[in-house]
């Protein structure tokens, strides 16, 4: 019987991806953001391939891309190793408050006032 990773395993290896994760997506940010001052006296960072502010990010399973969902209602595939915008989805009516990679990195499932499923590979979305 195969051993499964224990409750420390999963949380240490979870930490360390998170942690990952934000150092990427600061790489990124900090290459293709300006830094502005936004409402209540704190900073928030939008892209330069954004319009307004980033809602949500997430990281493919694979670890070669970020998905980045905006405020100005598209969604945007990164490279992370060279930090550049690969592809832009298009066709939410609103702010993208969540993005989500399915486990096998085919897909980006989006969240505004409604769903969407887009191919990354493809890029076509099904409402």
């Known amino acids: 019987?195969?051993?499964?990773?224990?409750?420390?395993?999963?949380s240490n290896l979870a930490l360390k991806r998170t942690k990952n994760l934000l150092s990427i997506t600061d790489r990124i940010l900090?290459?293709?953001?300006?830094?502005?001052k936004g409402a209540f006296?704190?900073?928030i960072y939008v892209g330069l391939g954004h319009s307004y502010g980033v809602e949500s990010v997430a990281i493919t399973p694979d670890g070669k891309y970020i998905v980045s969902g905006s405020n100005d209602k598209?969604?945007?595939?990164?490279?992370?190793?060279?930090g550049e915008e690969i592809r832009t989805f298009e066709g939410h009516s609103d702010s993208v408050n969540s993005?989500?990679?399915?486990?096998?990195g085919k897909y980006i499932v989006s969240g505004s006032n409604?769903?969407?499923l887009w191919d990354?590979?493809?890029?076509?979305?099904?409402?």
């Open 74 to 82: 598209t969604i945007k595939l990164w490279d992370i190793k060279s």
């Open 41 to 43: 006296d704190h900073n």
């Open 30 to 36: 900090s290459k293709n953001s300006a830094l502005i």
């Open 1 to 10: 019987m195969k051993n499964l990773p224990t409750t420390k395993q999963n």
């Open 99 to 104: 993005v989500v990679i399915t486990p096998n």
């Open 114 to 116: 409604d769903i969407k």
């Open 120 to 127: 990354i590979a493809k890029k076509w979305r099904r409402d």
